[in-house]
């Protein structure tokens, strides 16, 4: 679908197409599924390939910690949380809580071990049955104050899925309501993000939506339908191309939180990745020298990158990867041809 011929030749300009990209996953079977939206003033882009849908729904796995971590900054400009506070004023029973500050809790420098590495407690691999079970945010903290911290508090970065448990139950504690229902009341009714939900307990994901598989004993298996509650606010959400571009574009505009948090936001930790972190957000810089801002996220069977650049472009990709492992120069390459 394509409402702007200029963006169209824009993004062909760059080199291979986009749209010839993604259908080139397809044919290499890196891919079962791909959609990708891209907004900027000249209009909007949009192109599924395979079983893809431009309107489908996909589970966005730790794209959620961006919408949780926006609800804690607006807890913040409320005069109700302070980043520099130790998280046990809000959270209790985290160890070394009294020196972890809530900043270090959203950036990953709290040295708290991720549940998530312990075989059989992560949503990106397959878990049988088990993937219908229910689980309890304390469970889950549970499992991760079982093992050692990564490293003293502020003195390293490792990305956790605990912190955003931890996160959540934060937002609880203050507001005295689910998680869930502050992000809804907050971000998605306000943005009329009309096809963005916190599934909860609930293992379907809506239509249209392209199947998510993964590998299992050599053979391919649907792994489509799960309850999410294992990821809680670390990565439970659901989510479409539009409206993830939506979200991005309102708190990256400023219309969210306030400068002073946007900015706190956008202050980053190295990685040693391809990416920096900032408070929910990462920062991607691309090869040409432009950065873009927000996250990436994996749940079983689903990939999505959600970016925006400060010029007010925004690109969303969801695909749904297959067994054979595809080239990370791919994604790059597809963000390199709407950004440079």
Known sequence: MIKSL???????????????QL???????????????????????????????????????????????TVVLQLVDE???????????????????????????????????????????????????????SYQPRELLDVAFSRPSNFEPGEGWKYSNTN?????????KVTGRPYGAEVTDRIIKPLRLRHTSVPGNRPWLPLPRARGYTAVDGRLVD????NPSLDWAAGEMISTTRDLGRFLDALLGGRLISPESLAAMRTTRETGSIFAYGLGLQRYDLPCG???WGHGGELIGYLTYAVR????RTAVLSYNPLPGKMPAEAVIELFSAVYC
Do not use: C
């Not at 650049?309 to 007010?312: A, E, R, Y």
């Open 23 to 69: 259908d080139s996953w397809i044919t290499a079977r890196w891919a079962s599924a791909a959609v990708m939206r891209v907004h900027d003033g000249a209009g909007t882009w949009s192109h599924a390939a395979g079983e893809g849908h431009v309107n489908g729904h996909f589970r966005i796995g730790s794209v959620t910690k961006a919408f949780v971590a």
């Open 79 to 133: 005069g109700r949380v302070a980043l520099d506070h130790p998280v046990s004023r809000y959270v209790e029973g985290v160890p070394k809580g009294d020196v972890i500050t809530v900043r270090q809790v959203l950036d990953h420098s709290s040295g708290l071990y991720d549940y998530a590495h312990e075989v059989g407690w992560s949503t990106n691999r397959w878990r049988g049955a088990a993937r219908f079970r």
């Open 309 to 312: 650049s400060d010029d007010g």
């Open 290 to 292: 432009q950065s873009v």
């Open 223 to 226: 792994a489509t339908l799960m």
């Open 164 to 172: 955003y448990v931890v996160a959540g139950l934060l937002v609880e």
């Open 6 to 20: 200029a963006l169209a030749a824009t993004l062909v300009a760059g080199g291979a197409a986009p749209a010839e």
